[in-house]
Each structure stands twice: as C-alpha cells, then as structure tokens.
C-alpha cells in the first residue's frame, strides 16, 4: 500500500484501540401503549456496566431487554431514569455507541465496501483514502475482504451479519450494542462468530451489551449475565461467568452455567422461553 | 447472439405477412400501403429534415415537460410520504389526478394556453406529475424503519437521512414511478400534437394528424414506426440500464 505520511497517521490514529465506555443505567423505566393498554416494558431497571465488559441480557421475548438496548442507544427515550455513558447522559443515537441489528440493516444500495464506509463518511477530518483503510482493516478482521465489492444480497446470512459487524466498528464506538444478532443464523455459522466476536472484542476492545434469547449464546460470551423477568420488565438475576477466554460454546463448564441459568429463566414461570443451547 | 437471430427473423416475418397482405389486395392500396411505400415516405421525410425537425420538437417537449414533472414530483412525493397534511391533501389530489387518463388534460389546456408551446408541455407535465408523486410516496413509506434506525446510530441526521438512506432505499419504486410517468407523459403528448395545431412547431403527432388529411396511409404508418422506435429507444437507453442497475444490487428477479 502505498500511503503518503498524511495518511499513513491519520488513517492509523482513526484506527487506534482507543478507550471503552462504562455505562451506568439509573432507575429507567418504559412503557409502551398497546392495544390491550399500558404495557410495562421496563420498570426502575438499573445496571452498570464497566468499561471492556461483555454484559449479556437473557430472557424470554417482551421482557424489555430490546427496549433497553434501543434506550442505551439513543434511539428510544426513557419515560423516567437516565443513561450515563461515561458520566455524560445519553440524549440520542450517536456513533460512540453503534447498535448491531438482528434483522440484516444493511443498505442493498450500497456495496459491502460502501456499507462499511457509511459511518465512516459520517466522520470528519477523514480523507476518503483514511476511510477505505480503515474499511479494509475492518472487512479484513471480519474475514470478508475478498468480498468488498460483493452486492450484499449476494451475501449468506451469516457473511451479513459479518459485514454488520464490520459496518458497527468502523467508526471505532466505544459501545457495540447486539440485539440478538445471531438468531437467525445456522449453528455452524453462529460457532464460528461466537469465536469472531470474542476476539474482535479482545482486540479492539468495546464495552458489549450483547440481547439474546439463547440461554447458552450469553452464558458463552458473557462476563456476566442478566436475566430479565417479563411483566413489567426488570433484571431478576445476575450470574458471573467465570470462565478463560476463548470460550467454546460446546464446553461442559459452559453447560454447567447455561443450565443454572435455564433453572433461574424456568423458575419465572415461562417454560416457553427459549431454552435453546 | 441466437436470441437476436431469432427476434430478426421475427420482425422479418412480420413485414414479410405485411407485404404478402398488399400483394393479396385484400384492402386497397389507400388504406394499406405496402412495407416499400412506408420506407420510401420515411426516406423523402427524413431527406427534406421534416423527420428530424418534428422528432426534435416532440423530444423537446417531452423532456422538458418530464423533467419539470420529475423536479416537482419528488419533492411533492417526500412532502405526502413524511407529513400526514400532504398525505391527506396533496396525496389524496395525486391519487384522483392519477387515474384521469392525461388526454383528458387537453381541452383544459387549450383554453388555459390557447395554442402554444405552454399547452403541450402542461399536458406532459401533467401525465408525468402524478405517477411520480404517487411512486415516491409509496417508496418512502415502504423504506424498512430499520435504515433509518442504523443510519441514525451512526450519526446520520435528517438530510443526510433523507438524501443517503430514504431516497436510495425507495429508488426501486421512484424508478417504477418514472417509467409510468414517462409512459403517461408519452401518450398525453401525442394527443395533444394529433389534436392542437400549434404554429410554432409540427411535431411527430401533427404528421400523423396530416398524413390522416392527406389520406397518405404511408405517411401515418411511418410516423406510427418512428414514435414505437422512439418508445423502444427510450426503455433501453435511458431505463433499462438503470433497471438492470436496481436488479443487480437488490438482488430483485432479471427480466
């Protein structure tokens, strides 16, 4: 690659690990008006969450865990309570936190590259030169750099949700926010990107709030996990996974945690919720 | 290759009934001149410029009209598709004027502009209008929220949104919207040419209606032949490469 200095240290500052968010979520609270009335979603939740951590939401659908991650982002405002981000409350959607969706977002008019580059042109003091760098450094650590210039509907879904994932840290966020993004994926693709995930994290490392409903997925790449209980929303239990990285989705002490785990979501009376491992 | 083979041989064969039909003198000679006549009269017509000079005022027209219907149209489409008010109003008034076939226009035309060049180009303006209004607000609503949504996380604001997300994500149905436009504004003007008599310039739709004063079949057929091509040019210069742009990306079934 032939950079001139200019470039070289601007395209190599924008791509520097640079520090992670902690989060603090005070007494927040959210209802929905449905057509059955007033629907409770989030009731007086408080979390905190530190810097580089991976914090998991577990629990069965309409328990607000979703609700949550939109209000984190920005995208959706608290009735009551407040969201911190590095002591600075959140007032809306931001780059600092980039939010990967479980439906594909991608844009269909834009190529690969070009869904990469969106958050990057969002970004000033980059020459267009930075932002092809900095999107080829990111579509290389999510294994698709043969595949820039691919349409994406010609991608599966699995390189999809790379490309998401890819498109999410490109503009370098503090936060990445997952609302179960690998749930409509196959098995074997979801293992590989559970290995994916947990080293792109350890390598750039980002403060993850990571909605699912896979009891195992959270147990898997979560330090902690936080169960949440329906009606009204609120987190019931904590659990501490405490195990070495990488994990391996199929490990028994993994199995062990998912099960404690499984026990507690039972317990709240939702035998339906996935307890899908 | 073969595919063209055949398409020719098609149309070969075609002008081949046609031809066996005048020899046949089933009609006469007045009402169905034979494939030679036809050429003949478009090689005289296209000698003396009178080909060329017409098809450049119908073209102008066409494209003006067109363009100033576009210029309005989509920005009117994104006004009905965001504000509930122009959904109801100016969306509404786009949905009935859509379906009054735009001949209709004429008359009203005529006795707002009398016989001139601002009669023909509100016509045009009018067929292309509606469409175009109707197929952007349809694409807008029909944008997943969830763009939107991505879009805002990674620091997109209203404009941008609109111009970088919105209307690249409604493309699809702008463009469908646009060949319907096209389509209505096509027609309108040939309608109004064959009826107005306009004297600061004989388009391809005058010489229709005088080659049906004239009773020259010839020239009525010719000029039918030069307006299909036109047609036919217009789809695969101008929408058909933009359409195979759209199927490519989206992914959407190749005709």
Partial sequence: MHLTGRHRSSATEELQVIAPSKLAIENV??????????????????????????????????CGKTTLLNIIAGLEKPDSGLVLAD??????????????????????????????????????NLTSKDRRDVASYYLELVGLSRFERANIHELS????????LARALAPNPRVLLMDEPFAALDALTREQLYGDIQRIWKARR??????????????????????????PGRIHEEFTVDLPRPRD?????????ATRITKALKSLGQPEAAVTG | MKRFLLAAIFFAALVLIWEILFRAKIWSPVLLPSPGQVVTYLESAAADGTLAKATVITMRRLLVGYVIGLIMGLPLGLLTARWKLFHDTIGTLALGLQTLPSVCWVP???????????????????????????????????????YRRAALTM????????????????????????????????????????????????????LLHYGRELSAMEQVIGIM???????????????????????????????
């Avoid at chain 1, 008006?33 to 659908?61: I, K, P, Q, T, Y």
């Avoid at chain 1, 959607?93 to 969706?101: A, D, N, S, T, Y």
């Avoid at chain 1, 403060?207 to 169960?227: K, P, Q, W, Y």
């Avoid at chain 2, 149905?173 to 060949?179: A, D, L, P, W």
């Fill in chain 1, 29 to 62: 609270s959210k209802s929905f008006r449905g057509a059955s009335g007033s629907v409770l979603a989030l009731d007086r939740v408080s979390l905190n969450v530190a810097e580089a951590e991976f914090v998991c939401l577990v629990g069965a659908s309409g």
């Fill in chain 1, 87 to 124: 002591g600075k409350p959140v007032t809306g959607p931001g780059r600092e936190r980039l939010v990967m969706f479980q439906e594909p977002a991608l844009f269909p008019w834009l190529t690969v590259l070009g869904n990469v580059l969106f958050g990057l042109k969002l970004k000033p």
């Fill in chain 1, 157 to 164: 879904g699995g390189m999809k949700q790379r490309v998401s």
């Fill in chain 1, 206 to 231: 980002k403060t993850i709030v990571f909605v699912t409903h896979n009891v195992r997925e959270a147990a898997c790449l979560g330090d902690r996990v936080l169960l949440f209980a329906p009606h």
């Fill in chain 1, 249 to 257: 989705i199929n490990s028994v002490d993994l199995a062990a945690y």
């Fill in chain 2, 108 to 146: 009203l035309a005529l006795l707002w502009f009398g016989q001139t060049e601002a009669a023909m180009l509100f016509v045009v303006v009018m067929g292309t209008l509606w469409s175009v209004v109707i197929a952007t607000e349809t694409g807008v609503r029909n944008v997943p929220p969830i």
């Fill in chain 2, 155 to 206: 620091g997109s604001k209203r404009f941008h949104i609109w111009f970088k997300v919105i209307l690249p994500a409604a493309l699809p149905f702008i463009v469908s919207g646009m060949k319907q436009g096209w389509a209505f504004a096509w027609r309108s003007l040939m309608a109004a040419e064959i009826f107005v008599t306009i004297l600061t310039g004989f388009g391809l739709g005058q």
């Fill in chain 2, 225 to 255: 032949i030069v307006i299909v091509v036109i047609g036919l040019l217009a789809d695969k210069i101008f929408f058909s490469p933009i359409e195979k742009f759209l199927h490519r990306r989206w992914g959407t079934s190749q005709a």
